[in-house]
């Protein structure tokens, strides 16, 4: 006897098919959204590590401390910061590092290396 529509089997196999893609698509979401969080994260530390830079070579860095460390908060983030400063080839010239971590976490966020004058040796 056959009669219109669909048999029992027929919509569970069709609910089943949408089911794994509707899991499919919902992992994905979730992932992007991990993505993006931590994109923003990297992208604060940046920030950070651009604010430190500026502050050593606008600053004096002859005489001062080859390591410092200290914290700065970005949209309520706290980021740990390491500034290493080591004389290069060259008059008064130095080389400067900057590692950007988030506070807790041993993970290195941004990284900066560059070059500076101590512009303020006469």
Same mark, same amino acid.
């Given at each position: 006897m056959t009669s219109p529509g669909f048999s029992l089997l027929e919509t569970m /196999? %069709? +609910?089943a098919v949408f089911s794994l893609a %509707? /899991?499919? +698509?919902l992992s994905l979401n979730t992932q992007s959204a991990r993505i *993006? !969080?931590? +994109? &923003?994260t990297r992208q604060l530390a940046q $920030? /950070?590590?651009a604010n430190i830079a500026t502050d050593a070579v606008t600053g004096k860095l002859r005489g001062t401390s080859p390591t410092l460390r200290g914290e700065q908060t970005q949209l309520r983030r706290t980021f !740990?910061? !390491?500034r290493t400063v080591e004389a290069a080839p060259g008059d008064n010239l130095y *080389? $400067?590092?900057i590692d /950007? !971590? &988030?506070a807790g976490s041993p993970a290195v966020l941004a990284r900066l290396s560059l070059l500076a004058n101590d512009m303020t040796v006469p």
């Open positions: /196999v %069709a +609910l %509707a /899991v499919g +698509l *993006s !969080t931590e +994109l &923003e $920030i /950070v590590a !740990t910061w !390491t *080389s $400067i590092r /950007v !971590t &988030e």
